[in-house]
């Protein structure tokens, strides 16, 4: 549907500036657009390497395994019925998300997600605990997002930080009621 939507909008935008006499102002847009798009792809790209060696340098050393020691309570409560071999993955993918990575997170989030697969009885469903797995990276319950920062710090915000105290009411309401919504529909579903 958005393969025929954008190309008609741009479409009735390039004849609408064409009758108004406004061509140059859509073909200075364009440029600019594309200027801004490769800023900040470089921006993302520098935040999202660093993040993702961090990442990778918990994973492959003990540090994972005393982060999941630590979330293992609550990934208990949140996945009941995963193997234990399934909770370095989970952790380290919640982990991302709470420090805000966002694309950083989402390969940590496929590799859970293939280890939760890989104990899923019904391999043409998903399993409640792969459905919990995606309402958490959905909600994506943030304490520092980076993500979020990086862009205003791009676009040059004279307070880049200053989404950080909505940022964690917006998540944190977001994961309870994900959560809530999750547990209620799995026992109403036994």
């Known amino acids: 549907m958005l393969n025929i939507l954008w190309p008609i909008l741009i479409i009735i935008s390039y004849i609408y500036s064409c009758f108004t006499g406004k061509i140059n102002d859509i073909n200075n847009g364009i440029f600019e657009s594309c200027k801004s798009a490769v800023e900040l792809?470089?921006?993302?790209?520098?935040?999202?390497?660093?993040?993702?060696?961090?990442?990778?340098?918990?994973?492959?050393?003990?540090?994972?395994?005393?982060?999941?020691?630590?979330?293992?309570p609550i990934i208990k409560f949140l996945f009941p019925n995963i193997k234990p071999n399934s909770y370095e993955l989970i952790s380290l993918n919640m982990i991302a998300n709470i420090l805000g990575l966002g694309n950083a997170a989402t390969p940590l989030g496929l590799n859970a997600m293939k280890s939760l697969q890989k104990e899923n009885p019904n391999k043409t469903s998903l399993s409640n605990s792969m459905v919990m797995l995606i309402l958490l990276n959905t909600a994506s319950l943030q304490?520092?997002?980076?993500?979020?920062?990086?862009?205003?710090?791009?676009?040059?915000?004279?307070?880049?930080?200053?989404?950080?105290?909505?940022?964690?009411?917006?998540?944190i309401l977001a994961a309870f009621a994900g959560v809530f919504t999750v547990k209620l529909f799995i026992k109403i579903g036994k």
């Open 41 to 72: 792809t470089i921006t993302f790209f520098g935040t999202i390497t660093l993040w993702c060696g961090i990442m990778k340098i918990a994973e492959d050393s003990s540090l994972s395994k005393k982060l999941s020691n630590l979330l293992k």
């Open 143 to 171: 304490l520092i997002p980076t993500t979020v920062i990086a862009i205003r710090t791009s676009l040059n915000s004279s307070n880049p930080t200053g989404i950080i105290f909505p940022v964690w009411i917006s998540t």
